[in-house]
């Protein structure tokens, strides 16, 4: 066992001194902030204003279309500013602004457009509230420009004099008009539409604030359209974006069911006040204690942080089993290992060989859950609630200590394939004919992680579970859903038990295929290898 010990010292020192080792510790962190703020980044920097024309003949709807864009834009911008107050405010991160003082100035401002705190739920009941009391405000509140100027006014008020200037969004969607004469004498729809198609194309630009921009979209909305009810004729060449598309069918739509019920003499404010009734439902798991049964976001996260873990899982098992299989063919084909086996037995350099690289692996988890872990906590706080929420289910016991286990157990496993695999492989091109079904059987926890969470207990996970090698993966994947003590104890003891047997095979296997050169073994040679003693 010491001899084991030292070459697994000996196989971790060398695999922590390579780049690949440091660059993915470092990756990992990386690609958790990018995962969070790329999304913010590519929304405020990567996506431009999107330039349409409208045309509409009738010249009634067109302004409907108008205030509905203009309301997106102002929603956006009362949302970054929300959001610059609440990281910039006087006060500390809990309370960044005076809410008070801000509760009273809006419920001011409502009145005024017809509307009440009531019927917002109150967002300034809490201040982790606060950034979504733009997507709260009604629609009358957004198109009364004094109002909507006096919030902004009072919004700022409560950054102190030191804070920097608060930086007003480019707007989400911008009307631009045609070229000046460009559409003269062209009365028919398909006119129009050929006069702007080199735009809409990207061969020619459009005019806009005397800069010149990309067309996003052109629309047309036929003259006949509150009566005979014909779609709007849409033009973009972006067919991934569909926001200006949908905000402005939404917008006109409601615009002619109104027409229609003034036409049938039916009262729109009732139709109104029937149609803004929203029943919500709250949520009771019975597995809580008495009293505690209400099920909040923190429960819903801890339902689906294991997909979480049975990923990092994945990548980690995989990955330091990886690195085994290249070290001991790299070590085979340069006769390091006849050295090697002059000192110490077969066994004990396949022993040393997975417990220095399970050293490996442990620093590489351990490193990567202590990024996520610190991540979290700089990111939680009242305007990322889901971060503390997320970062509390993480460093629960009941999720770490399966997934210390399900990785060790797994590695062990795994670890036994792929060493057995190094060590009849002369070239990594031999190995890459054995590891197509390997990689085929580990794609099956991947496509199933996120259908098990939705029924946890159900026969398709239950029946996973007793496959040794997918039991640390769906088994990680149903911690969170307190799997019968059967499944628990039962699929750990039959994974234990594979392991060794595994790892019982696995030295047979390396004792003879790490001294032998030429042509791989065939399948009756292996079975020959296992039965000898």
Not at 6 to 34: C, D, H, Q, S
Not at 376 to 392: H, S, T, V
Not at 444 to 470: D, K
Request: hydrophobic fraction near 50%; include cysteine.
């Amino acid at each position: 066992m010491k001899r084991s010990l030292r070459v697994a010292v000996r196989e971790y020192l060398e695999n922590i001194k390579t780049k690949g080792f440091w660059i993915g510790i470092l990756i990992f962190p990386l690609l958790i902030w990018g995962m969070s703020e790329l999304p913010i980044l590519l929304e405020e920097k990567g996506i431009p204003t999107r330039h349409f024309i409208l045309i509409d003949p009738a010249e009634d709807l067109g302004e409907i279309v108008e205030r509905r864009v203009s309301r997106i834009n102002r929603r956006r911008e009362l949302t970054k500013l929300f959001e610059h107050v609440m990281k910039h405010g006087k006060q500390d991160r809990s309370s960044a602004i005076d809410l008070e003082q801000a509760q009273e100035q809006l419920e001011s401002l409502l009145e005024e457009a017809g509307s009440s705190l009531d019927e917002l739920g109150n967002p300034f009941s809490a201040a982790s509230s606060l950034a979504k009391v733009a997507d709260l405000l009604p629609d009358q509140f957004l198109e009364n420009e004094s109002a909507f100027k006096a919030m902004k006014s009072m919004v700022l008020s409560q950054l102190p004099a030191e804070a920097p200037p608060f930086q007003v969004p480019s707007k989400k969607f911008q009307r631009v008009w045609p070229p000046e004469g460009l559409l003269d004498g062209a009365s028919e729809t398909k006119d129009i539409e050929k006069r702007l198609k080199p735009y809409l194309a990207g061969k020619k630009l459009i005019t806009s604030g005397g800069e010149e921009k990309e067309l996003f979209a052109l629309v047309i909305i036929p003259e006949d359209l509150p009566q005979t009810r014909k779609g709007l004729r849409f033009w973009s060449s972006n067919l991934a974006n569909t926001d200006l598309k949908e905000a402005i069918e939404d917008s006109i739509t409601k615009e002619v069911r109104s027409r229609e019920f003034i036409k049938r003499n039916i009262d729109i404010q009732i139709i109104a006040e029937v149609t803004s009734i929203r029943l919500r439902s709250e949520n009771f798991d019975p597995r809580k204690s008495e009293g505690e049964e209400k099920v909040g976001i923190k429960d819903q996260i801890r339902q689906w942080a294991p997909v979480g873990f049975v990923y990092l899982l994945w990548i980690a098992i995989f990955s330091v089993a990886q690195m085994l299989l290249n070290n001991t063919i790299e070590e085979k084909s340069s006769r390091v290992m006849e050295v090697l086996l002059s000192s110490v037995t077969a066994f004990e350099l396949m022993m040393g060989k997975i417990l220095g690289i399970a050293a490996v692996g442990v620093t590489l988890l351990s490193a990567w859950v202590g990024s996520l872990v610190a991540i979290l906590a700089l990111k939680a706080g009242p305007d990322a609630q889901w971060a503390f929420d997320l970062l509390a289910v993480v460093l629960t016991a009941d999720l770490l200590v399966p997934f210390a286990i399900y990785f060790l157990l797994g590695y062990l496993l795994y670890a036994s394939i792929f060493a057995s695999l190094g060590s009849i492989c002369n070239t990594i091109k031999d190995a890459q004919n054995f590891m197509g079904p390997v990689v085929l059987i580990l794609m099956v926890p991947l496509v199933t992680m996120a259908f098990i969470p939705e029924e946890p207990n159900g026969t398709l996970a239950r029946i996973l579970s007793w496959i040794p090698l997918y039991t640390p993966f769906v088994m990680m994947n149903r911690a969170a859903a307190s799997p019968p003590a059967f499944d628990l104890w039962g699929t750990s003891i039959l994974l234990l038990v594979s392991v060794v047997l595994m790892m019982f095979a696995a030295a047979r296997i390396f004792r003879v295929g790490i001294l032998r050169t030429g042509q791989l073994p065939r399948v009756v040679e292996l079975l020959r290898w296992l039965r000898k003693a």
